[in-house]
C-alpha cells in the first residue's frame, strides 16, 4: 500500500510540476504521437484499421455490384442480347 501511496503522491508531483512549466512556456504540450500513449491509443488503432477494411471490402463491392453491365442493363428494363 506504502508504494500505491507514494507513486500516487509522485505522479500527482510531477503532474503539477509539468502543468506550471507549460503554463509558464518552458515545454511543449504533449501530442498523441509520444511513445508514452502507444498503449493507449494502439487498441483504439487496431479497431479504426479493422473497420477501415471492413468499409473497403463493402464500397468495393458495392461499385463492382453497380458497375456491372448485366445489372446496369437490369436497372435500365432492357434485356440483354447474348446472341
Not at 504540450?29 to 471490402?57: I, R, T, W
Request: glycine share 4%.
Amino acid at each position: 500500500m506504502l508504494v500505491t501511496v507514494t507513486l500516487h503522491v509522485f505522479v500527482c508531483r510531477y503532474m503539477t510540476q509539468k502543468l506550471f512549466a507549460f503554463a509558464k512556456g518552458k515545454c511543449c504540450a504533449e501530442s498523441c504521437d509520444n511513445p508514452m500513449f502507444q498503449d493507449v491509443l494502439l487498441a483504439g488503432h487496431l479497431y479504426q484499421n479493422v473497420l477501415k477494411v471492413l468499409n473497403v471490402f463493402t464500397c468495393v463491392g458495392w461499385k463492382v455490384t453497380l458497375c456491372d453491365p448485366i445489372w446496369q442493363v437490369t436497372l435500365r428494363g432492357c434485356e440483354m442480347d447474348f446472341h
